[in-house]
């Protein structure tokens, strides 16, 4: 019975969903077309999956805490332990690129593991607990790096950030790959039915016999994994580690997961939207980019946008 | 001591159990202040704390009243900086307009944090979005505005953070008025006791009376203004505006209100926990930095702080 409920809850919201966030990506992509035609050159749009990639990625797994009605703002932070993790191992040749990523994989879990452990044994507020996260790994980070990251990473990774396989970015492909994962672990498995129904509502979930303390602690270790991923990626596109690699993701995940129609009231939302949203947070930025104004100008845009789209569809929510 | 006799102080002083987690830390730093360092346990020094911990105090206040009706607001940091650099800019321009500028500075807080309380009500969007898209706003203009520190103001102006009355600051004193003002205000008034009510339980107030939307732009206005202060005094401390110097307050501001026994939810909590809350987080990094802790392993410590704090006591019901 609350499987179904659920899925009708998502329907009403589909409807929504399905005209506004198509149409304000369309709409941006016409804004920058008819403001340079070069736009939609196929080098351009190569260019800008490349760079939305690794947001893309961190996007993917704060839609899977959101829908738990959760938070998570440890991830930016966790993308730059990832990469000084990675230049840990001092590694030269490509072979190490596996053990670079399972070690980043396994500790990416643990965090998240903690993370969900404290919100859902301790009560601990979601935002309290991975705020808490974000500020140990910042200081763990910063006292082995001792302010300046050293180390080498293998050429490899340089091809993982931005690199191409006959004409289609490398990172994206990982992003398709997890993108297909956990979107048939979302949408279609029995797990994601679980997700759907804890985030709607914790306590029926608990009656109708979801151990629905595993389930969130599953999604934390989802949304931490996929941001250890994303570190990495980030690294290979930027091609230097620092302390801040990924500075601002944490925002712009939760913002592009709410421009993607996922409700942070929790049990509302697809990974299309959340994959959505990100891709639009960086039209904007590169719409910002060719109208010819300042960088900073990002930010006001984007504030503007939060604020309406998130109005928006609180309205549209409305019983 | 016999325990009862705890038991006791603590009805007798009405004390919040949630303040005890506090108190208990306090005691901790400070012994372990008195023991560890030679320089810590001086009135000089406890005096420089006061004055330095002033300006997240300030924030602290706002950042807690939004937090005892329910919400949260991520704008504190970015309305610090913009009132600095407003100031700044606009004093070094007119250096006569310095005391309507103080004024000018306090009104723009209130009316970037009733555009918060007022955008929440209105569009029932939570605040953690609402306030984080006004931050950005805010944070934009301003580096459009300049990247660098900019503007100044008159020396005099350097009384209201380097200030002491006798050996006290007046930053501190200032603060401390303002803990306890907001603390009667809380206490003793029927404004005060709405606030309460509204973050308990905002259908409940409604249903008994209290218009809760007043009562949610009273508590976003206030963060505005009180995050505007600590904008005058970072002026005061620097004699620029900086663009950045906002930026840590926001998070930092959280700290103390969870510290003092705030709950994210809303409804409960004393005033003078954050005070308190304050209060230990500046003497902790005080400690720490005459025993050469590197600032990474206080980042740690501070994580970890909030992490103790918080799961120690289980609460039940709605969470941010």
Redesign the interface.
Known sequence: MNAISSVGILRTNFQFCQVIIPLALFGLIAVATILKPSFLSLNNIQDILTQAAPLALVVLGQAFVILVRG?DLSVASLMASSAVLATAFNATSDAMIPVIFAATVLVSACVGLINGM?VTK????????T??????L??????YT??APYGSLPEGFRFLGVGRIAGIPVNICAFCVCFCFLCWLLHKSSFGRMIYITGGNPTSAKLVGINADRVTIFCYVISSVMAGIAGLFLVGFVGTVDNWVGRGYE?DA??AC?LGGIM??GGKGTLWGAATGALILILIFNVVIILGL?V?????????I??VI??LF??AN?P | MDLSRIGYFVRRFSLDPSLIIVIVLLVVVVTAGFLLSDRFGTMRNFMNVLEQASGLGYASIGQALVVIVGGIDLSIGSVVTASTVLMAAVVNVHPALMIPMIFGTLFFGVVIGFVNGYVTIKTGVHPLIVTLGTASILNGTVLIYTLQPTGSVPYWFEEFSYGRIGNVPISGIVMLICFLLVWVFLRYFQAGRALYAVGGNPEAAHLSGIRSNRVILFAYSASGFFAALAGAYFVSRTGVGDPRVGDPITLASITPVILGGLILGGGKGNILGVCLGVILISLLSNLLNYMNVSTFIQWVIQGLIIIVAVSVYVHKGKKL
Not at chain 1, 131 to 136: D, G, Q, S, T
């Open positions: 938070l404290l301790r009560n601990v507020s979601p935002f309290l607990a705020l808490a996260m974000m500020i140990v910042q200081g763990v980070r910063f006292y001792q302010g925002i939760i913002v709410v942070l009231t300042p900073q100008a990002q930010l006001i845009i984007k504030g503007i939060i604020i998130a109005a609180s309205r409305e």
